[in-house]
């Protein structure tokens, strides 16, 4: 069973929730998946978050899955055992075998503290045997106080914890041997310092003991000490997220919450392990918001190709409609300009049945032509062959086809009756593609056919050469322009008469 998804969460915990939300509100399809284990669950009460101060952990999650609910936010109990990349999807596979597929993931995991292993320490954990003394330390200020050290880091927090007592005791054994004038820090606060290591820690009524080897027992109201965090990240090892220095460090991200993957994002203790709960929320919500945005430009991008695709498709279907589209013939006023230039290489934009290409390989040049249609394309093929000239002929959109760089690029009559084709973008890939020397010509309709008496609102948009120049904002200090005027050709009239043609040229030399 596969269930597809804008986007799923993997945790949800503060971080993940707060993820949810703003992904939920942004009208996105989302799963949460949730072990149900988050990292504060052990305790009772939670501090230092705004306007939440003292609430029960349990109720804060529940709340913020009613909030999610409301947005159309599905939840799932579970874990994810793999998530890989398919087909421009990522696959989430729970370990009960369900699989959901999804544009974009959050990994808002958290962690599990692995507690030293000492006897009645992990059941005293979020009661009595505490870790962040921003969280819990104002309840237990002014009592007696531990710091079990597992680091020579967790210095810091002794420091810490002696704001919050004057009766504070170190047990170091973990952290090594201090140096001299960490020891002399300690004491100048007046810390008592129990060297020997803890082998048990035990609740009494009149307080926690804690046991040393050197048969020493020392009672405290709270002890604090850190964990070493496990990240549990296995399940994403496939995606080969760039992570912390250390080994099995935290995922490295933006302040978006991006992480190196495109589609992944991360955020809570799975980014910062040492981050409290309200530093997990807002990093979701700016995971949240960050997903959102990367499927919204997605969403567009999308809707372009499809755009793109549907219009490659009906000029395919012109083509093929009929024997042949256009005569053959090459534009008098492309000939008139390239017949003053020394052959090279050069690309024709839009190269239709191939009558410009042809021309040029007659006289000289190395061409190439690319067309989105593939009727004309091979149209163009067969049409060179019957000349007996070399030219190739290349089906793609536009100028970004092709990679090379070219003697001479042309873009000749380069009109959409679509009201958004993009003719302004593809003359700037065509400039893209000019070589140092090069040049750009590009030929247009600068007016419609004397003999249309009235233009069609939806008519091509027509312009006169000097419009197109300031709409390619070209650099000066790159392009000097050869030609930029009308030119009037003879044309014949669909009732047989003479008539006129106007032709923008916009002739331009790339110098740098």
């Known amino acids: 069973m596969t269930n597809d998804w804008d986007a799923v969460i993997i945790g949800g915990g503060a971080a993940g929730l707060s993820a949810a939300q703003m992904l939920g509100r942004s009208r996105r399809r989302v799963l949460v998946i949730d072990a149900g284990r988050p ?36 939840f799932a109990s579970g874990t994810v055992v793999a998530v890989t990349e398919v087909d421009g999807r990522l696959r989430v596979t729970r370990s009960d075998g369900l699989v959901d597929t999804a544009r974009a993931l959050v990994i808002a995991t958290g962690v599990r503290d692995d507690l030293p292993d000492i006897p009645g320490l992990r059941e005293q954990w979020g009661r009595s045997v505490l870790h962040c003394p921003y969280c819990h330390g104002w309840e237990v200020a002014g009592q007696r ?35 001299e004038a960490a020891l002399e820090r300690l004491s100048a606060r007046g810390i008592a310092i129990a060297p020997s290591p803890v082998r048990e820690v035990a609740h009494r009524e009149d307080g926690l003991v804690i046991a040393t080897e050197d048969q020493s027992e020392v009672v405290v109201d709270a002890l604090f000490t850190g964990g070493e965090p496990e990240l549990g990240l296995d399940f994403a090892e496939q995606l080969r997220l760039v992570r912390g220095d250390q080994p099995g460090g935290p995922i490295v991200t933006d302040l978006r919450g991006a992480t190196s993957h495109p589609r992944v994002f991360a955020a809570g203790n799975a980014t910062m392990p040492f981050a409290n709960v309200p530093v997990a929320m807002g990093a979701g919500s700016m995971a949240g ?29 012109r083509y093929a409609a009929q024997d042949r589209f256009w005569s053959g013939r090459v534009n008098s006023s492309v000939a008139a300009i390239v017949a003053e230039l020394p052959p090279g290489t050069a690309l024709d934009i839009g190269s239709g049945e191939g009558g410009d290409v ?19 394309v091979r149209r163009a093929a067969e049409f060179a062959a019957s000349r007996g000239v070399a ?9 970004a086809t092709v990679e090379d760089r070219f003697d001479l690029v042309l873009a ?15 003359l700037r890939d065509a400039a893209d593609r000019v070589a140092p020397g090069g040049l750009l010509l590009i030929v247009s309709h600068a007016a419609p056919p004397p003999w249309v008496r009235e233009v069609p609102a939806h008519a091509p948009v027509m312009r006169a050469p ?47």
């Open 289 to 317: 918001a960050g997903a959102n945005a990367m499927l919204a430009a997605e969403d567009f991008d999308l809707a372009v190709a499809e755009r793109t695709a549907r219009r490659n498709a009906e000029w395919e279907a």
């Open 466 to 512: 000097e419009e197109d120049l300031a709409l390619l904002r070209l650099d000066p200090k790159t392009w000097a322009p050869q030609i930029v005027e009308v030119r009037r050709r003879a044309a014949t009239a669909p009732d047989g008469s003479a008539a006129h043609l106007d032709d923008g040229i916009l002739l331009l030399r790339r110098i740098g």
């Open 145 to 179: 106080l531990g710091v079990l050290a597992t680091s020579i880091a967790s210095i810091h927090q002794i420091e810490l914890v002696r704001q919050l007592s004057d009766h504070v005791t170190a047990f170091t054994a973990r952290a090594g041997t201090l140096d």
């Open 39 to 74: 990292r504060n669950r052990f305790a009772a009460h939670m501090h230092g978050v705004l306007g939440h101060d003292g609430v029960d952990p349990a109720e804060l999650l529940a709340r913020g899955r009613d909030e999610a609910h409301r947005y159309d936010v599905a």
């Open 391 to 399: 030219a190739t002929f290349v089906e793609g959109d536009g100028p």
């Open 358 to 376: 042809v021309w040029l390989a007659e006289h000289g040049w190395e061409a190439t032509g690319v067309d989105v249609s593939a009727t004309a």
């Open 412 to 426: 000749s009559f380069l009109h959409s009756w679509e009201p958004d084709f993009p003719r302004t973008r593809m």
